[in-house]
């Protein structure tokens, strides 16, 4: 997805920082999937907002995988150079600028290493239905699946909950409502931003239609079983009788 800025919805991005990170800093790994990263502004600005609230001991431990379609092949390269011209910075603050950004002279500016190498590109069709990683902490999908269908983006969001750890976060932007069929796998987690706690399935829960379904196989087996045990013995009467 093209169209995305330095500091866009910053908002939810703010709340992120606020309310979810607090609950995963004590993690060894804080691994984020930003899912239709286009050019890496979204991803770039989070990375900068966490360094901003995290001591350098804590923000080592993040790990921001980008991921887009990118089918004309134009987000990897600008992602992984971290290069930016000068008129994609004007929203971003001026001190921001000064600790995350370095001057390249005409060709704009180049984020910091200490930014860019918590950050990794890859291009990944949502589409797809298979997750880049299983272990994810939070996943950031925001402005994309309403460019999908309603089936599609069930399957989608079926996916992020398959991909994130017990306890992840889902953010999605302002306007996204979840479709009802994925209501029990995520809960609201806050209510000025739309932040979604994964709900941890229970294993007996998955396994009771199976179960149930087996234990009426069974009981089918045994009414079939006696039936056919019935219909011997009255065969066996009837010819008694006749003899």
Known sequence: MAFSYFFRDSQTLEAIRD?????????????????GCARGAEPYTLAMLLR?????????????????IDEMDRYGHQINSGIYPQSDLDRV?????????????????????EIRNRLQFERHDLLSYEPPRMD??????????????????????????KALVNGGYLATEQSQKLPEAVSHLFEPAMSHAKI????????T???????????VSNEKSKIDT?????????????????Q
């Not at 995290?54 to 993040?62: A, P």
């Not at 056919?228 to 009837?238: L, P």
Request: with cysteine.
């Open 19 to 35: 309310f979810v990170i607090p609950h995963l800093r004590d993690r060894r790994f804080i691994r984020i999937w930003d899912a």
């Open 52 to 68: 901003d609230s995290m001591g350098y001991m804590v923000f080592r431990n993040v790990y921001i995988h980008a991921t887009d």
């Open 93 to 113: 603050p001026q001190d921001v600028i000064h600790r995350h950004f370095e001057s390249i002279g005409y060709r704009g500016y180049k984020i910091k290493d």
């Open 136 to 161: 994810f902490s939070l996943i950031v999908c925001k402005n994309v699946l309403l460019h999908f269908d309603p089936s599609a983006q069930v399957k989608i969001l079926h996916m992020f909950h």
């Open 196 to 203: 979604y706690r994964k709900v941890t399935i229970p294993a």
């Open 205 to 215: 829960s998955r396994t009771s239609l199976v179960l149930k379904t087996k234990s």
């Open 226 to 242: 006696r039936t056919a045990a019935q219909q011997d013995m009255i065969c066996r009467i009837s010819g008694m009788v006749n």
